[in-house]
């Protein structure tokens, strides 16, 4: 028995909302699909999975198990009626860790106005501050949604037009303590690659983006002068601020615990539905070609375990923690099932 991590996805990011219709509204309005909705209502929460789906997605028809980029939002029933609830988006004490989602679009100039004339906020315009070439709008929970370019700015300057479905869900970004440590976790355990690394010294932080290349050489560069991986999806965005790794008491919040927001991220195996998730599972998610093998491997890498595939009613998820104790879901690839006990 034995597992292929080249050939793992970073299947998804899960963020909890209080208003689903309002986050669905908000995110097709992006051009994101609906691709699948599990219904729990015995344990009172539904999970919505929105993915970019159009003729010209990268993941395009594909099951839900067999893609990158998707975007799985968690609704305990009854957040959306009390006014007294709210979830932390990542960015602010005492609650930060998460940062944010982002998205690629063809024209961003045309794409950012397009937002704004529907109404929804923005955390940073395009044309604030130093940097004009990215955006951070605000989804109806105020998680921030980084929108980044997927052309040169001086190209579409004068574009009007904007097309959602050549957008991207281009990477989750979460702050990291140890740089070191979880950069080690992800390329050695994880079996994720490093893209690429962006240094900002005068700040005093760095950017590092990983994810599975599935064979294709890693863009150093672009002819355009834009980021080399602004077309793609499924990367993890790390950034590390100097100095953290040297403060025995500082840590950065997983959004699991109060105050809670982001919750996960999962990466991919061949999944099977049923059972219950608690109010608290918030995490990534990776897909894997062989459930029972990619866990076994893990446990001969020793990591630390939020729960095993063993545990509890739900035999065919596991969660991983990594060194800041955010979970990484990992579930079967319907589409690389090798004999899994699925």
């Not at 989602?101 to 950012?112: G, K, L, W």
């Not at 702050?175 to 700040?203: A, P, Q």
């Not at 064979?215 to 602004?230: A, H, I, M, R, T």
Request: glycine share 8%; with cysteine.
């Amino acid at each position: 028995m034995a597992t292929d991590t080249s050939i793992y996805k970073f299947n998804h990011s899960m963020i909890r909302v209080k208003d689903p219709q309002r986050s669905i509204k908000y995110y097709e309005f992006l051009g994101m699909k609906l691709i699948d909705k599990l219904e729990n209502p015995d344990a009172k929460f539904d999970l919505y999975f929105l993915a970019f789906d159009s003729p010209k997605a990268t993941s395009h028809g594909n099951k839900r198990s067999d893609r990158e980029g998707i975007l799985e939002l968690t609704h305990n029933y009854g957040t959306e009626s009390d006014p007294n609830y709210k979830v932390a988006n990542g960015n602010a004490e005492p609650g930060k860790g998460f940062g944010h989602t982002c998205v690629s679009v063809d024209n961003i100039q045309a794409a950012c106005q397009r937002i704004e004339d529907a109404g929804y906020k923005f955390q940073k315009r395009l044309m604030d501050g130093r940097m004009r070439n990215i955006a951070f709008a605000l989804d109806p929970d105020s998680y921030w949604v980084e929108i980044i370019g997927q052309k040169p700015v001086e190209e579409t300057e004068t574009v009007k037009e904007t097309d959602v479905g050549t957008y991207r869900f281009n990477h989750t970004m979460i702050r990291v303590k140890d740089i070191d440590k979880t950069l080690d976790f992800y390329k050695n355990v994880m079996g994720m690659t490093l893209m690429r690394t962006v240094e900002n010294k005068d700040s005093g932080f760095n950017l590092y983006f990983l994810a599975y290349p599935h064979g294709q050489s890693v863009p150093q560069s672009s002819k355009s002068g834009v980021n080399p991986l602004s077309s793609c999806e499924g990367l993890l965005e790390l950034t590390w601020n100097y100095g953290t790794e040297k403060d025995p008491n500082f840590k950065y919040h997983n959004g699991n615990e109060e105050p809670q927001g982001f919750g996960h991220i999962c990466k991919h195996y061949p999944y099977i539905t049923g059972g219950t998730i608690t109010d608290s599972i918030r995490s990534q998610g990776v897909s894997v070609d062989n459930l029972d093998a990619a866990c076994s491997r893990f446990e001969e890498k020793k990591v630390s375990w939020k729960k095993r595939l063993t545990d509890g009613r739900m035999k065919n998820i596991a969660f991983v923690l990594d060194p800041d104790g955010y979970w990484i879901e990992v579930i079967q690839n319907d589409s690389l099932n090798k004999g899994s006990n699925m």
